[in-house]
């Protein structure tokens, strides 16, 4: 396992990553949504983020991505979960960070429960402006 900065050659893997992880992590939402929100992810979203890619032998099966102190993304392919992929990116981005700030779905239960386990409390609940749907805005803190 290798955590490294994602460069170009990267995109199309990590592009992958999030949808794969997407659509199984948020079976509440219409799978269609996020293979609409493709070419966001590869134009804006990514290119305007701090990302780092994990890799097992050599291919990338996860990755984190940071806008300043806001944690936009972290995804690891379904094929390699369970495997302490998402607890080594989270710790790689709280070791350089004083805080962070998320939002996630209130029905992704998994990945609410990670967050909590990794010492995000729920700063407030509000609803995403894209789909409507419930999520919580979390937060940790070094201090």
Known sequence: MKIRTMD????????????????????????????AKQQDMRNVYLPMAETYVLEEMGQPVGFISTVQDYLAALFVHPDHQGKGYGRALLQFVKERSEELKLKVYKDNDNAYRFYCRHGFTVMEEAADEDTGHAEFVMSWSRR
């Open 8 to 35: 170009d050659k990267d995109m199309d893997a990590v592009i992958g990553i999030w949808l794969a992880a997407s659509k199984e992590a948020h079976h509440f939402i219409e799978p269609g949504y996020w293979e």
